[in-house]
């Protein structure tokens, strides 16, 4: 299985972008799909997750399209403070997978 991310790129502040993450090869037993993202000189952390059903309120919200085993992140006021690696991760019952991340970089 592998996790295929694009979507990013440069936006102004104030703009939006969608990264997408989509899976390849069979993948069973989805427990979660998550955003992650890393900025300059930070730890990764956690953006917000979808248990397939839920979505996460405010700028971010995530989404799912389980016949294309893909998981969006649309990203609305997109802020200079954005500007990171954003990396897509779904778990299963049997392990997690991580994506090779997307570069967002929001300028002023």
């Known amino acids: 299985v592998q996790l295929q991310a694009s979507g990013g790129g440069l936006v102004q502040a104030g703009g939006s972008l969608r990264p997408s993450c989509a899976a390849s090869g069979s993948i069973i037993g989805i427990k979660a799909m998550r955003w992650y993202r890393q900025g300059p000189g930070k730890e990764r952390e956690w953006v917000g997750s979808?248990?397939?059903?839920?979505s996460l309120k405010g700028r971010f919200t995530i989404s799912t399209d389980r016949a294309k085993k893909t998981v969006y992140l649309q990203m609305n006021s997109l802020e200079p403070e954005d500007t990171a690696v954003y990396y897509c991760?779904?778990?299963?019952?049997?392990?997690?997978?991580w994506g090779q991340g997307t570069q967002v970089t929001v300028s002023s």
């Open positions: 979808i248990n397939y059903e839920d």
């Open positions: 991760n779904i778990e299963t019952v049997y392990k997690k997978y």
